[in-house]
């Protein structure tokens, strides 16, 4: 059961007028295992606030019918008679958590046409960032160092490059890339999660999480309390491959997750690309087979930004920011993503400080590099 619902106030008439849509929503996401199919079937049969108010009257057969089984109907009765919608509603308010309902304004544009649209989405951060050129990136929780790092690179040159990475926060391949996006500080990155987002998962992450939502935005289906039940994962997969015009997978063992987002993708008629991973690594067998079943193999943020149908001119359209120029260039190369003193730069590059201290201070004033003391470092733009 989600949360704790103990008041017996049942909600006022006047208070349910005021209720938008969406709070009545959030009560039915929020009754015992009720996810996107059962929801979809219940909204079937009348509004939310029709359908709530069914739960505390006479018994409901064709509810009985959604629920599967009575014991789950009369839980879902018994949850409703005790649960203050109100508060409920109040309580997303004053967590930050954002609530759209389908065929409202306030509607994700991206999912509203999907096969399989949310009919409630829960968001943290701003859900404007949604726009634009999105890539998701998926793979392994069990990764490798190599497949970490690929899959890093990849979150950190895409959203420099202005295409949002989209993930779902998992360990592994997913905290990478988004850890990656972060970085850059480019593109605003996308995180969609399988629980309420009062209740972080796994916990490793809860930095990641906030930076995701200061920088970007969080999205779920899952109202507050929602724990990170296994048959949620599914769920939220459809809702990374609905937002991804292109998906990448970087790692992934021949079953899991990541290939039913791929699955997801087809569904949608969405380009996947591989990244090949040494042959003796079980955890590269999935790409391998997507590799064999004709997919595109990734080799970098280039490949995907092919995908996707942006060339390398259109690419730096998406960077506002002045071209850095060949001397420019160099330095940023040989900056890399990690801080560097201006003797390592040059030491690197091979030019003269005087070079490396005038491409410096016009790379600042440019917005390509942030100086704090000695230290030099690059970063992502904003759009």
């Not at 491959?241 to 990448?248: E, M, P, R, S």
Request: charged share 20%; aromatic share 4%.
């Amino acid at each position: 059961m989600l949360g704790d619902p103990t008041r017996l106030t049942p909600v006022s008439c006047e208070e349910a007028e005021e209720l938008p849509v969406e709070a009545w929503l959030v009560a039915l996401a929020s009754l015992p295992a009720v996810g996107p199919a059962r929801l979809r079937a219940m909204l079937a049969l009348g509004g939310p606030a029709e359908i709530w108010t069914r739960l505390l009257g006479l018994a409901c057969p064709e509810l009985v019918q959604v629920a599967g089984k009575r014991d789950r109907y009369e839980q879902w009765c018994r949850y409703a008679a005790v649960l203050d919608v109100v508060e409920l509603w109040s309580r997303h308010r004053e967590h930050g958590v954002g609530v759209a309902a389908l065929g409202t304004p306030g509607y994700l544009p991206a999912l509203a046409d999907d096969l399989d649209p949310p009919a409630v989405v829960f968001h943290k951060g701003d859900p404007e960032v949604v726009g634009g050129p999105r890539v998701a990136i998926v793979g392994t929780r069990r990764c490798t160092r190599y497949g970490s790092d690929l899959a890093f690179e990849l979150g950190r040159d895409l959203s420099t490059a202005g295409v949002g990475v989209v993930s779902g926060l998992a360990l592994g391949i997913d905290a990478a890339a988004h850890a990656g996006a972060i970085e850059a500080r480019g593109a605003p990155p996308i995180a969609v999660v399988g629980n309420g987002m009062d209740r972080v998962y796994p916990q490793r992450n809860r930095a990641l999480w906030q930076a995701v939502a200061d920088q970007g935005v969080l999205l779920g289906e899952a109202p507050l309390g929602a724990p990170p039940e296994r048959w949620r994962f599914p769920a939220r997969n459809r809702i990374i491959a609905a937002l991804a015009d292109v998906l990448v997978v970087v790692e992934s063992h021949a079953s899991g997750g990541a290939m039913h987002t791929v699955a997801e993708a087809a569904a949608r008629d969405r380009a996947v690309l591989a990244v090949p991973g040494p042959v003796r690594s079980s955890a590269s067998d999935g790409c391998f087979d997507l590799l064999a079943d004709g997919c595109a193999p990734c080799r970098g943020a280039e490949d995907v930004l092919l995908a996707l149908g942006i060339s390398g001119a259109e690419a730096r359209l998406l960077d506002p920011r002045p071209s850095p120029g060949v001397v420019g260039q160099q330095v940023l190369e040989a900056l890399g993503w990690q801080p560097a003193d201006a003797e390592q730069i040059r030491a690197r590059t091979g030019l003269e400080m005087s070079q490396v201290a005038g491409a410096v201070e016009w790379l600042r004033a440019a917005g390509w590099v942030a100086v704090s003391g000695r230290w030099i470092e690059r970063v992502g733009h904003s759009r």
